[in-house]
């Protein structure tokens, strides 16, 4: 599994809370770490910021998905980062 997110709080309670379920867990606080540690470690399920500082959460889907693993599942992080991601790029959310 691979926590994305530029918050060390959330990356750090997520980490924990896994682990402690028995969960293998990388961590990653920017989009481009995220790509880096999915090339090296590829997820099974991501949970995802959306509004990291580099690159935006699709950019990050999109790089996942383009990956040794391209069946991996997504998890937006969160309603809000999800909710303020879509009002600030609407032009990206048709497909």
């Known amino acids: 599994?691979?926590?994305?997110?530029?918050?060390p709080q959330i990356l750090r309670a997520l980490r924990i809370n896994l682990r402690v379920r028995a969960y293998e867990v990388h961590v990653a606080?920017?989009?481009?770490e995220a790509l880096e540690v999915a090339?090296?470690?590829?997820?099974?399920?991501?949970i995802l910021d959306l509004g990291?500082?580099?690159?935006?959460?699709?950019e990050v889907i999109?790089?996942?998905?383009?990956?040794?693993?391209?069946?991996?599942?997504c998890c937006p992080a969160g309603p809000?980062?999800?909710?303020?991601?879509?009002r600030s790029t609407p032009a990206r959310m048709t497909t």
């Open 62 to 73: 999109q790089g996942c998905a383009a990956g040794p693993r391209p069946r991996s599942s």
């Open 29 to 32: 606080a920017t989009g481009a």
């Open 39 to 46: 090339g090296r470690y590829p997820p099974d399920l991501v």
């Open 80 to 86: 809000t980062a999800w909710t303020r991601w879509r």
């Open 52 to 58: 990291l500082p580099d690159l935006d959460g699709v």
């Open 1 to 7: 599994m691979l926590v994305v997110d530029d918050e």
